[in-house]
């Protein structure tokens, strides 16, 4: 089972800015895109940012213009700049990878455990 390590979660007040960070083995090399979901108390996950290993990136409306996500040097890393931050933005925030092996054949999505991400008003 393979888990992803994220890093950089905490308590920040609004309009401060905190990074996330997300790594997944180096070793894997049938990722082809990753990127971070949140999930608040009585709502659903919620896709925040993903960046294919093309660069292309993709993000929800709530968070553009405020959010960057960035592939890192190492393979298999992820960063979330998160800026402008609002209360509403409170959530747990979960990274993601996705893998395609076209030799098994097999595809799915490699999750972490969550970080906290916590904006007091």
């Known amino acids: 089972q393979v888990q992803l390590v994220e890093s950089g979660g905490g308590l920040v007040q609004a309009v401060g800015s905190l990074r996330l960070s997300c790594a997944a083995p180096g070793s894997i090399s049938s990722i082809h895109a990753m990127g971070w979901y949140r999930q608040s108390p009585g709502k659903q996950r919620e896709l925040v940012a993903t960046i294919t290993s093309g660069g292309t990136t993709n993000y929800a409306d709530s968070v553009k213009g405020r959010f960057t996500i960035s592939r890192g040097n190492a393979k298999n890393t992820v960063s979330l700049q998160m800026n402008s931050l609002k209360p509403e933005d409170t959530a747990v925030y979960y990274c993601?990878?996705?893998?395609?092996?076209?030799?098994?054949?097999?595809?799915?999505?490699?999750w972490g455990q969550g970080t906290q991400v916590t904006v007091s008003s």
């Open positions: 993601s990878a996705k893998y395609y092996d076209p030799v098994v054949p097999t595809a799915g999505d490699y």
